[in-house]
């Protein structure tokens, strides 16, 4: 495999600026610390954009979709057509993650990895079709070896110049693959990673949970290689997202990690290249459950918690709008010496 780029170190973080920002924010007119996480959110962003005062005004957003072969073993409340309609609804603009891009002003595609259903051309949709969908993972590896190569390659292609990118994901069947890739990643049971996804009963949850372990044992998942878990248990969009985010890392560019499904990408991505963590800033905190563990796992404290579970970048797009008031006011706000009030003794 033509991987090696996976490996290459990312982007340090810049020092100076970071040190830079935090002087900064023990100057600005409020008691040292009473903007809490806003302040270690700005000084963050100074250390990772290489500069005193980061700025957020290009954002990109990219909502990679596929399908899934393990959808054929009932294990989401919706049928396998929704990966496409939905990739058709987020061309129209109907869909909650276009209603939040619009609002930041990012820029917005839709990457189609592979759906079952075919979807028309339009101008936010990007074609870079691997083949209809995975395969069952309970009878077959995922994807095969090209198959990786190209979901990696499709993400990494995604990345261009940008202040900030937040990858989305799109593909009925996904919080399965994503469950099972972090039960193996961190040889925990399927049950602890395994939800409730787009809201299936308890019978089909027992199904699901059956299904992972059936996956689990058929591909070895005790063999701890990140690349290998992927290819056997992962997704086209949940590879494409370790490529971006990956590459993202690389070049300098923040990531804002989304919910359940795009966590599984970035505990793999992480895996692979342990240098590229600073660069991923975690948005929110899942009502999948599994997701609390994968994120203590990852060591990482989500921004927000407020029982979101539909992914598409949706809990990334809107912790963006926290990250932007940050910015502004680590970047806008007077110093003690500006507007002549008095520091603390
Ligand atoms: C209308 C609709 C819009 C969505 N947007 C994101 N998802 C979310 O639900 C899916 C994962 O859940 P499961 O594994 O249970 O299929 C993914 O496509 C995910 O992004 C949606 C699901 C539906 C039904
Ligand atoms: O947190 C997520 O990403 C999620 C949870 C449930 C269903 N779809 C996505």
Redesign the pocket.
């Known amino acids: 495999m033509k991987l090696e780029w996976l490996r290459d170190l990312a982007k340090p973080v810049n020092k100076v600026s970071t040190q830079a920002a935090l002087a900064r924010q023990e100057n600005l007119t409020k008691p040292a610390g009473s903007l809490g996480q806003l302040e270690s959110l700005a000084v963050r962003f100074a250390g990772l954009q290489g500069r005193e005062i980061p700025q957020l005004k290009r954002i990109a957003i990219r909502v990679f979709?596929a399908d899934?072969g393990v959808?054929a073993r009932g294990?989401?409340?919706?049928p396998q057509s929704?990966?496409a309609?939905?990739v058709q609804?987020f061309c129209s603009g109907g869909?909650?993650?276009c209603v939040l891009a619009d609002s930041l002003g990012a820029e917005f595609k839709v990457v189609n990895l592979g759906c079952v259903a075919a979807v028309p051309a339009h101008p936010v949709l990007v074609d870079a079709i691997i083949a209809p969908a995975t395969q069952d993972f309970t009878v077959a590896k995922a994807m095969s070896a090209p198959q990786l190569e190209a979901a990696l390659n499709a993400g990494r292609n995604q990345v261009n110049e940008t202040d900030m990118f937040i990858g989305?994901?799109?593909?009925?069947?996904?919080?399965?693959?994503?469950s099972a890739l972090l039960a193996a990643l961190y040889h925990l049971p399927a049950e602890v990673m395994t939800g409730?996804?787009?809201?299936?009963d308890e019978t089909a949850l027992k199904r699901?949970v059956a299904v992972i372990d059936q996956a689990l044992a058929l591909h070895d998942a005790t063999v701890q290689d990140p690349m290998a878990l992927l290819g056997a248990l992962g997704g086209f969009e949940i590879a494409a997202l370790v490529g971006a985010y990956i590459t993202c890392a690389q070049r300098g560019i923040p990531v804002i990690v989304d919910?359940f499904?795009t966590t599984a990408a970035a505990a793999i991505a992480v895996a692979v290249n342990p240098s590229i963590k600073p660069w991923l800033v975690f948005s929110h905190l899942s009502d999948e459950s599994g997701h609390a563990v994968a994120l203590a796992k990852l060591g990482v404290t989500p921004l927000l918690s407020l029982d979101l579970?539909?992914?598409?970048g949706?809990g990334a797009a809107l912790a963006a709008n926290l990250v932007r008031q940050a910015l502004n006011l680590h970047g806008s706000m007077a110093t003690f010496a500006e507007a002549g009030v008095a520091d603390a003794d």
Not at 75 to 78: D, G, L, P
Not at 171 to 178: D, E, F, K, L, S
Not at 196 to 200: A, K, M, N, P, R
């Open positions: 979709a899934h959808a294990v989401s409340a919706f929704v990966t309609q939905m609804n869909a909650a993650i989305g994901e799109m593909g009925i069947g996904n919080t399965t693959a994503a409730h996804g787009t809201g299936i699901k919910g499904i579970r539909l992914g598409e949706s």
